[in-house]
């Protein structure tokens, strides 16, 4: 696994893993392409022998940092890409001086609620109804 900045000819290709991992649809291919256009944004992608196994995304905004999306193709899950892209989205926002970092995560989602949990988020409150087919999520923070 090699990690790296997203490159704005990785966008297709995240786009479409973006569709796999939540077709409900969180981020459009625009919205991706947009995320260029801020100097206050960190892609990560996990690249496997050419092909785009993990990506995630950090916004920054004065001290404080919100991870935007992780997800990992299903063939690669539980083998330690989102623990990566996680510590590499982290390291970015140390290495800009922030102090806090917060992310949204679906209630059902105990792949990513453990995930979060062993590297040190803690919940902080519920967001109701929060997604767009009713389900509630959960804010988590985590101090750096």
Do not use: Q
Not at 60 to 74: K, L, Q, T
Not at 128 to 141: F, K, N
């Amino acid at each position: 696994m090699t990690l790296r900045e997203w490159k704005f000819e990785d966008i297709l290709g995240i786009s479409e893993l973006e569709k796999e991992c939540f077709p409900s649809g969180t981020w459009s291919y625009r919205m991706l392409a947009s995320s260029f256009e801020s100097e206050n944004f960190c892609g990560v992608l996990a690249d496997e022998g050419g092909e785009i196994a993990g990506y995630g995304g950090i916004t920054f905004a004065a001290d404080e940092g919100d991870i935007e999306n992780i997800a990992v193709a299903e063939s690669y899950r539980r083998s330690g890409f989102g623990s990566a892209i996680l510590e590499a989205l982290l390291s970015a926002a140390a290495e800009r001086g922030i102090k806090k970092v917060f992310l949204e995560v679906r209630v059902s989602n105990s792949a990513a609620l453990g995930l979060y949990l062993k590297h040190g988020f803690k919940g902080a409150y519920a967001r109701t109804r929060y997604y767009p087919d009713g389900e509630d999520c959960l804010v988590m923070s985590k101090e750096l």
